[in-house]
């Protein structure tokens, strides 16, 4: 069944390769992000996710103005300022946690009830989710909170299959302004790739480790719909 789908964080790197897979599949898809990556057969729709939450709100409203059907949500984008908790501005914090957990919470807020069947939420998060980092206070703080508020949302009868997928470091432009080296990370076409994987067949919630040494798939959790643990891939 060809769905609508929500891709926030897709106008480069994962996201983007996640909304080229499904604009092949023949799936309705919006993307997001700060610029348009031209991709035929999806829509482009401008969020520009500051540290302002007034601004985040309208840009939310704005954005289900032009995309208002939703069946899948395809939550990928991610900010990280490095520094030691006493050395990130007021602005860093805020832009990271209305980045990593104010925006994915209203979208969610915003789109539940407004179909005939339950939304299906995909969250994207990293291996910040459940490795602590000195200079990623911030940062890992909000991905294990997105990783919380999935695993939250899958006890909400209301809400359809949950997958929260956390990627180690990938090939991607979100390393542009560092000095990490980048040549041994996962390639964006396989983490999505892996990623189509983990939301197929039934379940209600799903959190998985994807790892790059070695490159693996690790499935730490898999829910049926009565919330029971059960076999999954």
Not at 73 to 84: D, K, N, P
Not at 121 to 149: D, H, N
Request: overall charge neutral.
């Amino acid at each position: 069944m060809k769905k609508n789908i929500l891709i926030v964080g897709g106008s480069s790197g994962l996201g983007l390769d996640l909304a080229r897979h499904y604009v092949r599949e023949g799936h309705g898809v919006c993307l997001t992000g700060r610029h348009d990556p031209g991709l035929s057969g999806a829509r482009y729709v401008e969020l520009d996710i500051d540290a302002d939450g007034a601004h985040l709100n309208r840009g939310i409203d704005q954005l289900l103005e032009n995309f208002p059907v939703v069946n899948t949500l395809i939550y990928s984008a991610g900010f990280c300022q490095r520094a030691t908790i006493d050395g990130l501005s007021t602005a860093d914090i805020t832009q990271m946690v209305n980045v990593g957990l104010v925006a994915p919470m209203l979208l969610v807020q915003r789109l539940k009830n407004h179909l005939d069947t339950p939304l299906k939420v995909m969250l994207i998060t990293s291996s910040s989710q459940y490795t602590a980092r000195e200079t990623e206070p911030v940062y890992c703080a909000t991905k294990a909170g997105l990783g919380m508020f999935g695993a939250c949302l899958a006890l909400d009868r209301k809400v359809g299959k949950v997958l929260v997928a956390a990627p180690s470091g990938m090939k991607s432009p979100f390393w542009r302004h560092s000095d990490n080296d980048v040549s041994e990370m996962l390639e964006t076409q396989w983490v999505a790739a892996r990623i189509v994987e983990l939301s197929s067949g039934a379940f209600k919630y799903k959190f998985a480790k994807i790892l790059r040494n070695p490159q693996g798939i690790v499935v730490e959790e898999c829910l049926d719909d009565a919330l029971q643990p059960i076999e999954c891939q």
